[in-house]
């Protein structure tokens, strides 16, 4: 069955650079979430997105911004790059008609090294 | 803050042992609850989960134990496996937040051949 796929897998960025992380969420899901893990942490909630349209934020620097586009996938973008933003970060999607009462289901991630 | 958090940061098991993993919840307004496992350089992946208006759930070789009482979740892996060793994570959906699941810290599963 297909996944969500995030790309690109690993990414390296110096301090004061902009990042572009790309989700495409599994077919037919309309509903995408961003989470960030520091090592060793739990994942920690974002931001997300519901038909093209932000559904609910949580600890997203405003550095960060993303959408969803037409074809529900989504793009996270972070500017100014700090070294505490070093991070993997993980896309999840899930079919909202489905109800909230269903799971996310996640990408392999993207590890984000700032030097 | 409210959070859910584990009572074990690492748990270590003898091949074909039981496992019983912990984890604690503060918001009685959360209605649903899933477990994941995440293995190194993967994205966590889905396991279990169980709505508040049950007790028990059981899955292939899991069980999650579910008491609202005392806000606590449990995930039973039997006979463990040396492909079960990894992080897992519980969490929690609180109410009417739109599906965000809000995670506990991790414990990691370590299965001694």
């Known amino acids: 069955a297909a996944g969500v796929i995030q790309s690109p897998r690993h990414l390296i960025k110096e301090k004061r650079e902009t990042a572009t992380l790309k989700c495409y969420p599994i077919p037919r899901h309309d509903t995408v979430y961003w989470y960030q893990q520091g090592p060793g942490q739990d994942p920690q909630f974002l931001i997300s997105?519901?038909?093209?349209?932000?559904?609910d934020k949580g600890s997203i620097p405003d550095r960060f911004s993303a959408q969803q586009f037409s074809d529900y996938h989504s793009e996270l973008n972070m500017s100014s790059l700090e070294l505490g933003d070093s991070a993997l970060y993980f896309c999840?999607?899930?079919?909202?008609?489905?109800?909230?009462?269903?799971?996310?289901?996640f990408g392999n991630g993207t590890r984000l090294t700032v030097t | 803050g409210e959070s859910v958090g584990l009572h074990l940061p690492t748990l270590s098991v003898q091949e074909g042992d039981n496992s019983i993993i912990n984890c604690a919840y503060s918001?009685?307004?959360?209605?649903?609850f899933i477990w994941y496992k995440q293995e190194s350089g993967k994205g966590p992946q889905f396991i279990i989960d169980i709505r508040s208006n049950m007790d028990k759930r059981q899955g292939q070789r899991v069980t999650v134990l579910l008491n609202k009482t005392v806000k606590h979740l449990s995930l039973q892996i039997a006979a463990t496996q040396p492909g079960d060793s990894a992080v897992y994570f519980c969490?929690?959906?609180?109410?009417?937040?739109?599906?965000?699941?809000?995670f506990g810290q991790g414990t990691e599963l370590s299965v001694k051949p």
């Open positions: 918001n009685s307004a959360s209605d649903y």
């Open positions: 997105f519901y038909e093209k349209m932000q559904s």
């Open positions: 969490a929690e959906n609180r109410g009417n937040q739109g599906g965000k699941l809000i």
């Open positions: 999840a999607s899930r079919l909202q008609g489905a109800g909230s009462n269903s799971p996310l289901h």
